[in-house]
């Protein structure tokens, strides 16, 4: 009789043992996404040791552990009749060679998406937009031809969006300004054309690099919050006065533009700006007739390669954190103010003044041996002893002098 209890106790505890879930496993079309994904590189370009040499398909790609599929990210099963789901492809940038399939759309969990520093190319599938729990998804570095997917605009959760030194044309898609999560926004390095629309609903945006594109127009009405912004080597036109409402941009650079008018002394006193680059552009004045303040963060100003006319502003010495000064290669006459005497002495490192139409002798801090900075003075009308370093290169021929205005003394 106890025999017969203790069989019928084992047999209970093996039914109850069978009638459990299996163990959570992968989702089975994650896995086959990511077999296809797998399937779009290029053997050849997969070295040993390498993130995708890892994805090994015998095993489970969610329940794996150590270093099998490395650069994939998973949930976790809210109970034991959940499967997993891939939440993040995360790869190594080793120059992997291979294609984006659309089926990419199908990791609907998908939160992160990095192919970074790689040779991936071909369009980007308009099915990409499907990703719609998507916060990062950084292609930078890629070769990656064609259009930005024009319903990018549908993925509301992406904070990181990232797609520069790639082969994308085209036009920015006006749905770009509904993804309002957005704090970083990277197009730089490709072949961008036309008008940026307005991106003033990126209301948390605080990065935005659209340089080295072939936009054009007036600057589009910009975010407040941005702490970095990047537009250089673009064919951007008209005034910039409106960079002087963005309080909290510590990074300006429009260089190699055609920005004209002003550079204005609302810019040049943003009170959080750590570098402003303007050069390589069409400005006609810099406006510093005020006192900048002590409490102005400036450490970098690039104003070179302008039509700038007028004096040397004297006020720049009032930058307290001023540093570097670039204002060569513009059509500044009369003489250098005495107060940058000091300042080359004390606190600035770099000051190039070539060539302009300056006259007249140099400060006497200019002249001292041991002069600790680094600039030129050259193709001036100066009267510039041959000893002095910055002096090196020669001044302009009179004539040029003359024709200016200036003359040597």
């Not at 650079?253 to 204005?264: E, K, T, V, W």
């Not at 390669?305 to 009032?318: D, E, R």
Request: net charge positive; hydrophobic share 35%; with cysteine.
């Amino acid at each position: 009789m106890e025999n017969q209890r203790v069989s019928l106790f084992l047999v209970a505890m093996l039914l109850t043992f069978i009638s459990r879930p299996a163990q959570s496993r992968t989702l089975e079309s994650d896995t086959e996404v990511l077999r296809a994904f797998r399937a779009s590189i290029d053997p050849i370009s997969v070295l040993p040791y390498s993130f995708i040499s890892s994805w090994d398909f015998r095993m489970d790609p969610c329940e794996s552990s150590g270093e099998i599929f490395l650069g994939i990210l998973c949930s976790t099963p809210v109970d034991n009749n959940s499967s997993t789901r891939v939440t993040a492809i995360d790869l190594d940038g080793i120059e992997y060679e291979g294609f984006l399939p659309p089926g990419i759309a199908n990791l609907t969990e998908m939160v992160i998406l990095n192919l970074s520093k790689n040779n991936f190319r071909g369009p980007l599938p308009g099915s990409i937009t499907n990703l719609r729990k998507l916060t990062s998804l950084s292609l930078s570095a890629n070769f990656f031809t064609g259009t930005l997917p024009g319903r990018i605009g549908q993925l509301k959760k992406l904070e990181t969006l990232d797609v520069s030194q790639n082969n994308l044309s085209g036009s920015i898609p006006a749905s770009i300004s509904g993804l309002r999560g957005l704090l970083r926004l990277s197009l730089s390095n490709n072949g961008f054309t036309g008008r940026v629309p307005s991106l003033n609903g990126l209301w948390q945006l605080n990065s935005l690099d659209l340089s080295n594109n072939q936009l054009y127009g007036n600057l589009p009405t910009l975010p407040g919050h941005l702490r970095t912004l990047q537009l250089s080597h673009n064919i951007f036109s008209g005034h910039i006065s409106s960079i002087s409402r963005l309080q909290n941009l510590r990074i300006l650079d429009l260089s190699s533009n055609r920005f004209s008018g002003a550079i204005s002394e609302g810019v040049l006193m943003l009170p959080s700006a750590v570098r402003i680059d303007v050069s390589n552009n069409r400005f006609g004045s810099l406006e510093v007739s005020r006192v900048l303040g002590s409490s102005m963060q400036l450490q970098e100003l690039h104003a070179n390669t302008n039509h700038l006319q007028g004096h040397l502003p004297v006020n720049l010495v009032s930058a307290k954190n001023l540093r570097t000064i670039n204002l060569a290669q513009n059509q500044f006459t009369g003489t250098i103010p005495r107060e940058y005497g000091a300042k080359v002495e004390r606190s600035w490192r770099t000051l190039f003044l070539d060539p302009n139409f300056l006259t007249g002798g140099l400060p006497q801090q200019f002249l001292r041996k041991g002069l600790r900075i680094n600039g030129s003075l050259a193709h001036n009308c100066l009267i510039c002893p041959r000893n002095v370093t910055m002096c090196h290169g020669g001044q302009r021929p009179a004539s040029e002098c003359v024709r200016q205005g200036g003359s040597y003394r």
